[in-house]
């Protein structure tokens, strides 16, 4: 174990994109099934509607701008089919009792993820490694990515303080 | 996870080890750090109420250290599982020492949704071998142990 240990090789850098991946593909795969619920719903709420369907979207955005950069850093692959059958499986068998619910785990979804990527841009700025990509680019993708986490957040904190 | 939760959970799994006070050598060794730095953050750990350090004998958590570092032993659990079990990393000991400190709790429970913890966790931790023990790793290396106390 390394205290206060930064990020330090390329490995490391693609480990923890990797992370990020799986991230996306949870809220992802979770803004999918509350969608998926709300078809079900007797009474459908366009607004939440809206935002999960953006939220999906962003997500599957947000994945393939990571996954872009992995591929710079020629990792190891990891399984991504069975990762996703993996995820798709935990989520098939919950569902939300109701529109706060779900707002309450988008909410979550949107501050996990701003959390990973902020935490992550103050490692990559501690560390003073030279990586395969270009540090000031990967950080520069990192940041515009938790911005939108950090719009996301707010956007659902909006509808939520709106049904109060 | 922050510096104090890492010195809290080497804290708790050497006073395991030990089976009594950590000594600041062996919390200075786990941790790759110098006996100053170790001695500055056992420090900071007992203003915050989280430790009890007596000379001569090492360092002993207080009740709310115990909590913290149980917590803090639980996300590295899901640290290591996520890595042995979802992402396949064979090394995934070593390399859960490195992410540990870039991994934030809160990222942590959001990877748990899609691995299948048992509820004792953390208590399936075994600090002999640096792993959860329903990982395959450390089950090979109880069977070495094992073997080497069967010659």
Redesign the interface.
Known sequence: ???????SSDH?LA??L??GI??EE?VEARSYHHYQSLDDGEELDAEIESLLEHAAAESAEHRERLEALVEELDAES??FDE?EA??EA?YGKTEPEDFDDILYDQL??E??AY??YD??VG?LRASEATFGIDRDRLIDVLIEIREEEADGVEEVTKIMNKRQ | MN?AD??VK?IYLLQQMENGPASTGALAD????SPA?ANEMIGKLESRGLAEHEKYKGVTLTDDGIVRARDALQTYCIIER??AN????EEFRA?A????????D??A???D??IDRNAECPDCFDPETDACCHLEVASEANVEAEEQRAD
Not at chain 1, 1 to 7: E, K
Not at chain 2, 86 to 89: A, E, H, I, M, T
């Open positions: 174990m390394s205290v206060g240990h930064r990020v490391q480990r923890l990797q992370i799986v991230l949870v990891i399984p990762i993996l995820v935990q979550c979804n501050e996990t959390k990973f935490d992550l490692a | 510096t890492q010195y080497a786990r941790l790759d750090v730095s996520f890595l979802v992402l396949s990393v390399e020492r490195e992410l540990e400190p870039v991994i934030d809160l990222v429970e959001r990877l949704t899609i």
